[in-house]
């Protein structure tokens, strides 16, 4: 401690190059996040819409609806009459008058019947649209296949294009954050020189000698990951609005991810660093505290 206190500059340095690296860490964390609430988003959203003849009777719909729930690609079938249909519609633009005027002047329902189906699986939906492509029915009017995968991958490569960069950039701090620790304790141990020679000379241990400038970088790590905890979660509450606007009908709270997984992400945070700065100051004091 006295040491760290004595060269308080380096180890400013030192954390605040430990606090950048880890800031970094969890924004990777937050992109993964998100990027995995934005993909699970639009899978709630995959469906496949058959709409029918308004003419068609309850009794071939139903058969059709059975024809397509067997098949095995499908997760789910729902029935939607036309009464159904004009509900849905009425709530979708209740905001909008001008919509709900001329559906009133029309004093008819224009919509028609339909199924909508859900995949099991992402990986079905091009097999499924083939399937349903297959089929001959005559009350089937028409289709509409809404290339979902398309979108999905476009959002799994923006994801992957921002956790390679981040990655590149922890890397690069984690690097930098060797060659800090390493300096930080040659510089230690270069200010006890006098006293590890006297150690060395009354019988001190190697262990006795080099655990203090062990103890050093734990600190060091310790005092970055509760300094980045104080930074991360203000940043979050700033973040978390605009999450809620652009997810709207969605629960996207890294709040209450990052809370519920605290002891595992900072824990497993703080046990990699130690790690990697004790390594960084083992090679240190094994070359400079031969005196």
Do not use: C
């Amino acid at each position: 401690m006295q040491d760290i206190v004595r060269n308080i500059w380096l180890s400013l340095v030192t954390v605040m190059i430990l606090i950048l690296s880890l800031f970094t860490i969890n924004m990777l964390l937050v992109v993964k996040v998100i990027g995995q609430t934005a993909v699970d988003a639009i899978q709630e959203k995959i469906d496949i819409n058959l709409f029918l003849k308004p003419d068609a009777s309850e009794d071939e719909i139903l058969a059709l609806k059975t024809k397509v729930s067997n098949l095995p690609e499908v997760k789910e079938v729902d029935y939607i009459s036309k009464k159904q249909a004009l509900e849905k519609f009425k709530e979708k633009h209740k905001d909008n008058p001008e919509i709900l005027a001329a559906l009133r002047e029309l004093g008819v329902n224009p919509l028609t019947p339909s199924l909508v189906i859900k995949p099991k699986r992402l990986e079905d939906f091009d097999n499924l649209i083939n399937r349903l492509n297959a089929f001959d029915d005559e009350i089937i009017e028409s289709r509409n296949f809404t290339n979902y995968k398309l979108l999905l991958n476009k959002i799994n490569s923006i994801t992957d294009k921002v956790s390679r960069a981040g990655m590149l950039l922890a890397a690069i701090f984690i690097f930098i954050t060797l060659l800090v620790v390493y300096n930080a304790v040659r510089v230690a141990i270069y200010t006890h020189r006098r006293e590890i020679m006297i150690m060395r000379l009354v019988g001190a241990s190697r262990a006795f000698i080099q655990m203090p400038y062990l103890m050093s970088s734990i600190i060091y790590t310790l005092i970055g990951v509760l300094a980045v905890m104080l930074i991360f979660y203000p940043f979050l509450k700033l973040l978390q609005p605009y999450l809620e606007t652009f997810f709207v009908g969605y629960n996207v709270n890294l709040l209450t991810y990052f809370y519920g997984q605290a002891w595992l992400i900072f824990g497993l945070q703080f046990v990699g660093l130690v790690v990697i700065n004790i390594l960084a100051s083992l090679f240190a004091v094994r070359k400079y505290s031969r005196v």
